[in-house]
C-alpha cells in the first residue's frame, strides 16, 4: 500500500526565516507529486507538481520554490517567509502522470504560522 | 478557461437531514468529476469520483452524479449524521489542460446533534 508522509507537521517560523517543507512518497514508483497550499478556511491552491525526479513546473509560485531530488520526495522551500505564506500546505501524488485514473491522493499536511 | 464554481460556502443541518451540494463546472472535452472530504486538520480524502454523465458513483451513503447539459454535478446524502461535519470540496480533471485538477472553493458542512 502507498503512503504518503509530511514533515514537519507544524511549524512556526518568524518573518524573514528560511523554510523547508518535506513529503515523501513509499510504495508507488514515479509518482506524480504536487504541493497545495490552503489558507485558513480557504480553498485548495496548487502551487506545483512534478511527473520526475529533477522537474517541477510552476503553478502559482508565491515566493516558494519546490524541487524534487529523488523519486519518492518532494520538497517546498523559501529563503524569505512572508507573513502571507502563513496556512496548511499540503503535498499529493497521483496514480498515472497525465492519465485516465489521475486522482489526487493527499497527505496529512503541514500547519505554518508565520509570526 | 477551466473552472469549478462551489457556491455554497457553509451548510448547516440537523441530524437526519437531506443534503444537497451543488458545484458547476467549465470545460472543453469530459471532465472526471470528485469530490473530497477534508476533516478539521486532516488533508482532504478522495469521497467520490464520477466519469460518466447520469452515471451515479456512491460511497458511505453518500452518492455523486453530474449533468453534462447543464455542467453541474452534486452531492446528496439522505440522511446525515454529526459525523459528516466537515469540509466538501468539488474537483474536476480538466482533460485539455494536461489533466489538471481545479477544486471548488469548498462547502463547510456542519451537522448538529
Known amino acids: 500500500a502507498q503512503t504518503i508522509h509530511q514533515w514537519p507537521v507544524a511549524e512556526i517560523k518568524a518573518v524573514g526565516s528560511p523554510l523547508s517543507l518535506g513529503c515523501t512518497i513509499k510504495g508507488k514508483s514515479s509518482p506524480n507529486l504536487y504541493w497545495y497550499w490552503q489558507a485558513t478556511g480557504g480553498t485548495l491552491q496548487q502551487l506545483f507538481y512534478s511527473i520526475t525526479v529533477g522537474q517541477v513546473e510552476s503553478v502559482v509560485q508565491l515566493n516558494l520554490s519546490a524541487s524534487r531530488p529523488k523519486d519518492d520526495q518532494f520538497i517546498l522551500s523559501t529563503e524569505k517567509l512572508l507573513l502571507s505564506h502563513s496556512g496548511f500546505y499540503l503535498c499529493?501524488?497521483?496514480?498515472?502522470?497525465?492519465?485516465?485514473?489521475?486522482?489526487?491522493?493527499f497527505g496529512a499536511g503541514t500547519r505554518l504560522s508565520v509570526l | 478557461g477551466d473552472s469549478v464554481i462551489q457556491m455554497q460556502g457553509q451548510v448547516t443541518l440537523s441530524e437526519n437531514d437531506f443534503l444537497f451540494i451543488n458545484c458547476t463546472y467549465s470545460?472543453?472535452?469530459?471532465?472526471?468529476l470528485f469530490w473530497y472530504v477534508q476533516y478539521s486538520g486532516e488533508g482532504p480524502q478522495l469521497l467520490l469520483q464520477v466519469t460518466t454523465a447520469n452515471n451515479k458513483g456512491s460511497s458511505r451513503g453518500f452518492e455523486a452524479t453530474y449533468d453534462k447539459g447543464t455542467t453541474s454535478f452534486h452531492l446528496q446524502k439522505t440522511s446525515v449524521q454529526e459525523i459528516d461535519s466537515a469540509v466538501y470540496y468539488c474537483?474536476?480533471?480538466?482533460?485539455?489542460?494536461?489533466?489538471?485538477?481545479?477544486f471548488g472553493d469548498g462547502t463547510q458542512l456542519v451537522v448538529k446533534p
Open positions: 499529493a501524488w497521483s496514480l498515472w502522470p497525465g492519465g485516465s485514473q489521475n486522482t489526487l491522493y
Open positions: 470545460t472543453t472535452g469530459y471532465p472526471t
Open positions: 474537483a474536476m480533471r480538466a482533460r485539455n489542460n494536461n489533466n489538471r485538477i481545479f
